[in-house]
């Protein structure tokens, strides 16, 4: 977390004070402040997302990090209880750490993991920091084998003008979006509960051709819903002709909008209506002054389950990023007593 002038300066005259404790409610504005004013900002650590987090069934704890007193970092905890299973602490997007006391900040994010541990059974803490290098205060951490967050995506920079944004796409990108408007293809983007149906009918047939995993209906009721109502995501639909041909979901946290969901009908496939739809939502992020727009999730991988997204949104250009990924730190205590429990019980159903 960078730290103004201003506060460097105060800070610089005191003995630095770490403290670490749970946010109280009305803290929770100045810890979304804190985490959209980031360079890279993610949306999942922020607090109207730790509440769609609970509506889904997750415990979430909030805990800041401060400086003599004033804010300067911290982490959203999640934890999906499991019944005598090894439950796992997450925290994407986080650790959120300060300019100075970096590792001493890590270590009392790590005590405090430890205590929740403790308490709800977990056998690990697993961060996701979008860092390009895994720092030496991360020693301890192992890479972990699975990610929340995509550790590679491709982001297009939005703070050049529109023209110069279009003339730094592939030419087959600004060829298929000026097609797209020539075929007549119109977008519409709403933040009312009665455009998740159309998203999600869209999502799912998708889904389905592309035989991967979808979240369930109920899940977009409650992430649009409670999104919709902090201004934080809406849903973008391209029409040609009166049928609805592609739906994205996007997210906006601090400076990026992330494109989140998406789906598209094969029907219509000349009219490109997925160009249209994405170089408006590109349009309306810069708007409202976002300075990337996030495709969330890229490979250069032509064996890798995103290689055909990947080919596609690469027609817009954009700058390919690779972050640290998910990395587990490991409770031992509490993993040990984990499997002599499990062992017990497996004992005990032999019998």
Not at 214 to 231: D, H, K, R, V, W
Request: glycine share 6%; net charge positive.
């Amino acid at each position: 977390m960078k730290i103004n002038n201003a506060n460097k300066n105060k800070l610089a005259k005191e003995e630095l004070k770490l403290t670490i404790r749970e946010l109280n409610k009305a803290e929770y504005d100045d810890w979304d402040k804190l985490v959209k004013n980031l360079p890279y900002s993610c949306f999942m650590q922020t607090s109207t997302w730790a509440d769609f987090k609970e509506i889904e069934g997750y415990k979430s704890f909030r805990y800041g990090l401060f400086v003599n007193n004033t804010l300067l970092g911290g982490c959203i905890y999640y934890l999906y209880p499991h019944a005598q299973k090894a439950n796992l602490l997450i925290a994407p997007g986080a650790p959120i750490l300060p300019d100075i006391l970096q590792a001493k900040s890590l270590e009392f994010l790590l005590n405090k993991a430890e205590e929740l541990a403790q308490k709800l059974g977990a056998i690990a803490l697993r961060i996701e920091p979008l860092w390009p290098v895994k720092p030496d205060y991360l020693k301890n951490f192992v890479r972990a084998p699975a990610d929340l967050l995509p550790a590679e995506t491709l982001l297009i920079d939005l703070r050049p003008e529109i023209s110069q944004i279009l003339a730094a796409m592939k030419p087959k990108g600004r060829y298929n979006i000026r097609l797209s408007q020539r075929y007549g293809v119109t977008t519409e983007f709403s933040r009312n509960s009665q455009t998740i149906p159309l998203f999600y009918n869209l999502f799912w047939e998708t889904v389905q051709r592309q035989r991967f995993f979808g979240e369930p209906y109920g899940f977009f009721i409650n992430l649009c819903q409670t999104l919709f109502a902090s201004n934080m995501a809406e849903i973008g639909l391209a029409y040609w002709q009166g049928e609805i041909l592609a739906a994205i979901l996007v997210v906006y946290c601090g400076n990026v909008a992330t494109y989140l969901y998406g789906g598209r009908s094969l029907a219509h496939p000349k009219v490109m209506a997925n160009y249209s739809l994405h170089w408006e939502a590109m349009q309306r992020a810069k708007l409202r002054g976002c300075q990337f727009y996030d495709f969330y999730g890229f490979t250069h991988d032509a064996n890798h389950s995103y290689a055909k997204f990947s080919q596609f949104k690469s027609q817009f250009g954009g700058t390919h990023i690779t972050t640290i990924g998910a990395h587990d730190y490991f409770f031992y205590d509490q993993l040990a007593d984990t499997l002599i429990s499990l062992f017990q019980n497996l004992a005990g159903g032999n019998r």
